[in-house]
């Protein structure tokens, strides 16, 4: 099975800092494209010259960084970006990003960058879902563990949060690999 990983550090950390659960949410070798900080505006970078169609699933993890200043993101933009990847094609699931417990900036409010990232969220969500794909929302899926789900930062995730999107993840990767 052929699996593309792209997005942001949700990915990035999953495929980097817990190797042994890679193999049960993605397959036996994974491609990881994806990039602490990357934003929906990173995709086209991370896609290079690859056919999404000739994954066999694409996974990917966007908007929490389109939220950060520096980005200079907007809905708008990150509708375009996104649409820009999905119409290659492809068979995509989407892990749909949580609000955080904290920024990583202290000019930042906590509330508007969560205002922000829900917005991302939905529309994520939509597009994925328009384009035949399986968005899983990692704030549901993770929301037993509470506090427990972010690492001391406030932002990422911690391994028992991975070990909680795993299984959901190796679902999505099964169902989409099995649709022509």
């Known amino acids: 099975m052929t699996v593309l990983l792209l997005g942001d550090s949700n990915l990035a950390q999953l495929y980097d800092n817990q190797p042994d659960l890679v193999p049960l949410a993605f397959g036996a070798d994974p491609e990881c494209r994806a990039a602490g900080g990357a934003w929906s505006g990173s995709l086209r970078q991370q896609i290079g010259m690859r056919k999404p169609s000739g994954y066999d ?60 990232i829900r917005v991302y969220r939905a529309i994520l969500a939509e597009m994925i879902n328009a384009s035949g794909g399986i968005a899983l929302d990692t704030g549901a899926i993770t929301g037993s563990l509470g506090p427990e789900a972010y690492d001391t930062d406030g932002v990422h995730l911690t391994r028992a949060a991975y070990e909680e999107l795993v299984p959901e993840i190796a679902k999505a990767v099964e169902a989409v690999a099995q649709r022509t």
Do not use: C, M, Y
């Not at 699931?93 to 000019?107: E, G, H, K, Q, V």
């Open 57 to 116: 699933a694409i996974v990917v993890s966007i908007g929490s960084s389109d939220s950060h200043p520096s980005k200079n993101s907007s809905p708008t933009i990150f509708r375009e970006n996104l649409s820009r990847e999905l119409t290659q094609g492809g068979r995509w699931i989407a892990l749909l990003p949580r609000s955080l417990a904290a920024t990583l900036d202290p000019a930042q409010s906590t509330e508007e960058v969560n205002a922000l």
